[in-house]
């Protein structure tokens, strides 16, 4: 039992631990802790274009390790973070973002969901309102007396 929950316990630390140590290596962390967490909070905004779903700070790829180095060398020069990001908007484009800007180029982008989210609601509005137009079935009339009479003889026949 207690075996358990001392595993348990471990795997909780290590998970929690793992949280912030993202994809960033020993050797590519700043001396000044101040440039060290301007470093990481930008590179938690831009995109790894290798992965594309993760932020260079959590990506382990080899092109993202280059572009925190260089985040890190913008800030020792002494950019600014919005310099920063500017320079690597210039080489990679607004896809480096992981909020990109709303502009002309990206209007799709941020309008996309919402447009697609019309669709399928006018899609499904559309669907109802066909269905309602639709004729109900109805129960079957009941048989008349003559053709009553007929079945009836037909069933005797082949019987």
Do not use: H
């Not at 075996?3 to 050797?27: C, E, H, R």
């Not at 290798?50 to 382990?60: A, G, T």
């Not at 209007?107 to 669709?119: D, E, V």
């Amino acid at each position: 039992m207690k075996s358990n929950l001392l595993g348990a316990i471990m795997v909780l630390f290590a998970t929690l631990v793992s949280f912030d140590a993202g994809a960033v290596l020993p050797d590519e962390v700043l001396a000044n802790p101040v440039l060290e967490a301007r470093a990481r909070a930008i590179s938690k905004e831009l995109r790894c274009v290798v992965c594309q779903n993760q932020s260079i700070d959590d990506s382990s790829a080899p092109l993202a390790r280059d572009m925190r180095i260089l985040v890190r060398e913008r800030l020792v020069a002494g950019d600014s973070d919005n310099q920063v990001k500017a320079y690597l908007v210039e080489r990679y484009g607004n896809f480096v973002l992981l909020r990109p800007p709303v502009q002309a180029d990206t209007l799709l982008l941020w309008l996309g969901p919402a447009i697609f989210l019309l669709t399928a609601f006018g899609g499904f509005a559309f669907y109802l309102r066909k269905s309602k137009n639709q004729p109900t079935i109805t129960a079957p009339t009941p048989l008349s007396d003559e053709e009553e009479a007929l079945l009836k003889r037909a069933i005797e026949d082949q019987a």
